[in-house]
């Protein structure tokens, strides 16, 4: 009887342990079908990522405190909402903050956390190293609104994957053509600019001039006010006094318009005043019989659309420089108390 009690013992001592064997054995054959990190490409990786709804891209423009600056972000929002990504949209301090806009975009780059970006320098010129330190690290950028100096980031070995705006000539040529239609040859006009060298600004500049110059009407007057609202106000009511038969002024930004307005208002003279963008005050100005005109864009759209391009090329796994750049534009829109 004890001989049987102890065989009995002893197998089953032996299938304990077999079966602890089996366990481990089982446990280390699934570790190793496992992929490991290295295993994993980066296009099933950006897979995973979009699966995952862990897409995350960074926006850098010019000012949050306009209207228009709002649209764009708005436009951004729900454009990133649509796709199912999550995005972080900020901006230099003032228009002026040239520099300032570089270091946000540099410490973005620096964090690691965005999968690529979308960029609306204040000029053509300030963020070209910046886009160029982003390629290099392997992130596309799109660009929207003020273009990055083409020439100057392709000497460097930057790209951009897209540049979506406001067709600035015709937004300028739009107002000029609106303001030649109110009045005859010869007439005097003025031209309160942007910043002197942003790239929107000189083309909207332009634009206005062409159809003025086609109409032979006489322009006393072209010069920045940085689009800001006081020194537009402080321009034009030098304007006004020191040309007393001047009929128009055409304006950049709205911003500044408003601050044209209110000069013309105070000089109590019946001035033409048009200005560019659609702002919500601007167009209520015009409802009002302020402002003769404003030339709406569509930041809202100019943002979807760039962050829309971005995402598309990220999911397919594109590389910086690896397609040409897509360029599209917006159309404008003239809005008068007429057409309002």
Known sequence: MKKLIVTMLTIAMGAALLTGCGGQGAKTETKETEPTKEEVTPEEETENETASGNEKYGVVIKVLSSEFWQSMKQGVEDKAKELGVEVEILAANSEDDVEG??????????????????????????????????????????????????????????????????????????????????????????????????????????????????????????????????????????????????????CANDTMAMGAQEAVANSGKDIIVVGTDGNSDAIESVKAGGLTATVAQNPGEIGARSLELLVEAYRAGDKPGDKERVDERVSPILVTKDEN
């Open 101 to 250: 806009q570089v270091t946000v975009f540099e410490t973005m780059i620096q964090s690691g956390e965005y999968n690529a970006f979308v960029v609306a320098p204040l000029s053509d010129a300030n963020l070209v190293n910046t886009v160029v330190e982003a390629n290099e690290a392997g992130y596309l950028v799109a660009n929207a609104d003020e273009e990055v100096n083409p020439e100057t980031l392709a000497a460097q070995g930057g790209s951009v994957i897209s540049f979506i705006t406001t067709d600035n000539k015709i937004v300028g040529k739009t107002a000029g053509e609106y303001i030649v239609s109110l009045l005859n040859e010869g007439d005097e006009v003025a031209i309160i600019e942007g910043k002197a060298g942003a790239t929107s600004g000189e083309a909207r500049k332009e634009g206005c001039r062409e159809a003025f110059e086609e109409a032979n009407l006489t322009i006393v007057d072209s010069q920045p006010a940085d689009w800001d609202k006081t020194k537009a106000y402080d321009l034009a009511t030098n304007l006004i006094s020191k040309n007393e038969n001047l009929k128009a002024i055409y």
